[in-house]
């Protein structure tokens, strides 16, 4: 039996799964109007409504930001078909998914957390999934039927994917946000080649004059998402007991950094 797949939201995630899919019969809802080009080009159909784009889908791909996560969960779920997957993609915290849970299983459809562990872009359908939840065995059938190729169930308990995602991010996000003050600091004294050579120096695996300056892209082109994913991260942390102090800093560091590019030194090191 085929499935219809319905994405909610179509923004870089959506738009990037659907146009190296090729979902045939696939609809997709965003609140922006003007996504319904790409999702034409995708091949997707652009639904006028959420309802419309989650009539009889056996597959729900939400992908929206990480502050409208739960909002949509709790808004749309009534529009499910019963028995429905919702797979939660967004980075948000493990209460966050518990409580999105609640409202899609109270709907009578199947909740998901997966947690989506690198850049879409260059990995696209590679790109690695960790699935949790009662349903996710299910779910990894359905996606990986779906295209996608880099799949791992990691529990049955809702929350244990986002968990190893928003942990993780207190890292890959921190290290950007650290390189941003590095650098603003450092443009600021004029010894930014001394300082990125000086980390060269002393750590080889990849150039920091490659580092820094795809750091600093990451936070000018994606500050404002990855800050409200940060702050799901800060809210992990509370939960386990422990004082977001440096992820906080990042959360505003990475706010910050959106759209505002720093020069970034080429060189080869020394």
């Not at 849970?101 to 998901?112: D, M, N, P």
């Not at 986002?162 to 941003?180: F, P």
């Not at 300082?195 to 500050?223: C, K, P």
Request: contains cysteine; hydrophobic residues 50%; charged residues 20%.
């Amino acid at each position: 039996m085929a499935t219809t797949i319905a994405l909610i939201g179509f923004g870089e995630a959506g738009s990037t799964f659907a146009a190296a899919a090729g979902w045939s019969g696939a609809r997709a809802y965003d609140i922006r109007a003007d996504r319904a080009g790409p999702a034409a080009a995708a091949g997707v159909g652009f639904a006028a409504s959420a309802a419309e784009a989650l009539a009889d889908a056996d597959l729900v791909l939400s992908l929206v930001t990480a502050d409208a996560a739960l909002a949509v969960a709790r808004d749309y779920a009534p529009l499910i078909a019963p028995g429905a997957l919702w797979c939660d993609m967004n980075s948000v915290a493990p209460d966050t998914k518990r409580a999105a849970a609640w409202h899609v299983t109270a709907a009578g459809g199947r909740y998901v957390d997966v947690a989506v562990l690198a850049p879409v872009h260059p990995a696209r359908l590679n790109v690695p999934l960790l699935l949790a939840g009662p349903a996710a065995d299910t779910a990894a059938d359905a996606l990986g039927a779906a295209g996608f190729a880099n799949i791992r169930v990691v529990g049955d308990d809702i929350g244990r994917a986002s968990a190893i995602k928003m942990i993780r991010s207190v890292m890959v996000k921190g290290i950007e946000a650290l390189t941003a003050e590095m650098m603003l600091a450092a443009n600021r004294a004029g010894v930014a080649d001394d300082v990125l050579a000086s980390l060269d120096a002393s750590e080889r695996s990849q150039s920091w004059f490659t580092r820094a300056a795809y750091n600093i892209e990451r936070m000018t082109t994606h500050g404002a998402r990855r800050a409200a994913e940060m702050a799901e991260s800060a809210k992990t942390l509370a939960a386990l007991g422990v004082d977001p102090v440096m992820t906080d800093g990042t959360i505003r560091r990475q706010r910050e950094q959106a759209g505002h590019t720093i020069p970034t030194p080429q060189g080869t090191g020394a």
